[in-house]
């Protein structure tokens, strides 16, 4: 983090009072948590970013196209832009063998290969599995194996598990959930090999409040997210409200993967699930086929100034401010004391929408850039005034 002057210190200090400030929850935290949560912090200081599988492919993922999307994750620019992760999902597993080994099904030939080949690339590979008996699509999970499974994925050179609580309430009592996935994250660190701990159980139990203590690096908040605005905005606007304090450098809340490039939204509701989810400070997991996508998706996965807000280093979620019907004001403070501010209109019908300094803790004349249009729009004194599409968004930088 840079330093600042005393001057841009209070000033941040100010606004991040008016936001919330996650910083002054750290001294709260008990101190025995902290050597865990900084190891936490070293592998996800920021939302991890890549891709997943199952959106697109479900069951269909197999070993030739997780090589391609890789090849498509570099000549698309989605490397260049950040996304680093080729996560595998469900349904690569096979049968153990006679020492209970994890074997890869007939789609994934030799797994520590395409690991080879995935980093070959300059990315890394992420897998998946279930602390109960089975997946949720109904392949081997780790019960009982967890130890065993840690090291082999490990030794297959894997550096991301998101781990889908699925069939494990057959075995486990809801209470159990922390324990259980600790038990995970300790069979991970036991391997030495640095793995992003991805917890998957739809927000049960307010994992918010524990995830981080298990070692979770990220932590899905919600049920399934569907390619349709219906889905994507009841979970980026109305369901993550109350969890912002949780989020921080090395453990996110997750609201689950994204649904750009597949088909079910208009580029005006895909360009407002990228922003809501920057202003989340969210995972961004694409989860369409990144060989086939075309320029209007690429140019909303790879927009660096959205991006750029979503990984701002300060890590300090974003909020709703205001809200006027379907009209949302939301904003996030970020680390050179800049503001990222959301205008967005969940209404079917186009809107007017201002913003005035006093909610954003602001006062005089302020330089605004616009994040989707790419253009410095001026310095504005006390609001902001422009029109948001229907199921749209403007999204901005305000300089201080
Ligand atoms: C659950 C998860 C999904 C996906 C599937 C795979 O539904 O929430 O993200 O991993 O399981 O079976």
Known sequence: MALRSP???????AISHTLGNGMHRLYLLPILLLPSLLAAADLAPTPPMGWNSWNKFAEKVDDKTVREIADAMVSSGMKDAGYVYVNIDDTWEGERDAQGNIQANSKFPDMKALADYVHGKGLKIGIYSSPGPKTCAGFEGSYQHEAQDAKTWAAWGIDYLKYDWCSADKVYKPEEMPAVY???????????????FSLCQYGLQD???????VGGNLWRTTGD?????KSMSTIGFDKQIGHEQYSGPGHWNDPDML????????????ETHMSLWAMLAAPLLAGNDLRSMDDTTRDILTNKEVIAVDQD???????????TGVAQVWARQLDNGDLAVALFNRGDVMAEMSVEWPVLGLTGKHKIRDLWH???????????????????????????
């Open 7 to 13: 001057v841009e210190c209070s000033k941040r200090t």
């Open 182 to 196: 600790k038990k995970m994250n300790d069979a991970l660190k036991a391997t030495g090999r640095p793995i992003v």
């Open 207 to 213: 994992v918010w409040k524990w995830g981080a203590s």
């Open 225 to 229: 997210i569907e390619d349709n605005w």
């Open 259 to 270: 649904e750009i490039g597949n088909g079910g939204m208009n580029r005006i509701e895909y």
């Open 313 to 323: 280093s300060l890590g300090q979620q974003g909020r709703m401010i205001s809200r």
């Open 374 to 400: 790419h253009a410095n729009m001026g310095a504005f004194r006390d609001q902001y005034t422009t029109e948001v599409a229907a199921h749209g968004v403007v999204m901005l930088r305000i300089a201080r």
